[in-house]
């Protein structure tokens, strides 16, 4: 399992007093509101950051972050991805994953056929799309709902699913 999370990316600046926009990477937006501090990936490195502010502005977050007082010190932030501790991160409900957590996971078929591994995981507002990668490269999209979907095996990464008809 992964340690940290990716959670955005610091896009631009914002104002003169050393803000930075966000591109949240999550759909628990407010989560900033709950964090003390973020990780900022920076030349490879992990650098921890206080967060003394955070609001919103569209579909963006407006981060102010201690020790960045001006624009030009937040503007050597601008493209850094920003992490948490998987310790930091909110506590799922039974039967709820995080992506991170899927991601290469095999995948079989109820009956034993192998589909190959979970490539990447998106929304599309109604449901999850899993999009299954086979060892030739291949692509499969499978609906992320309860008929398609039958087990996710954090421990073991392997989810099964069921084909319905029509979907390969």
């Known amino acids: 399992m992964q340690e940290y999370f990716e959670i955005g990316q610091i896009v631009n600046t914002f104002g003169i007093k050393g803000e930075v926009k966000v591109n949240p990477f999550t759909d628990d937006v407010e989560q900033f509101e709950r964090l003390k501090s973020i990780l900022v990936v920076k030349n490879k490195q992990l650098v921890e950051m206080e967060i003394e502010n955070v609001r919103y502005q569209k579909h963006l977050v407006i981060l102010k972050l201690k020790n960045i007082e001006d624009m030009n010190t937040a503007e ?72 398609v979907i039958l087990n996710v095996d954090i421990e073991k990464q392997i989810v099964t699913v069921h084909l319905l008809e029509g979907l390969i």
């Open 76 to 147: 050597k932030l601008k493209g850094c991805y920003i992490k948490i501790h998987r310790k930091d991160a909110r506590k799922l409900p039974k039967g709820k994953y995080f992506i991170a957590d899927i991601i290469g996971s095999g995948v079989v078929t109820d009956d034993g056929k192998s589909l190959g591994k979970v490539d990447d995981i998106y929304n599309t507002g109604s449901n999850d799309i899993y999009v299954v990668k086979d060892e030739l490269g291949k692509q499969i999209l499978l609906p992320g709902i309860k008929e």
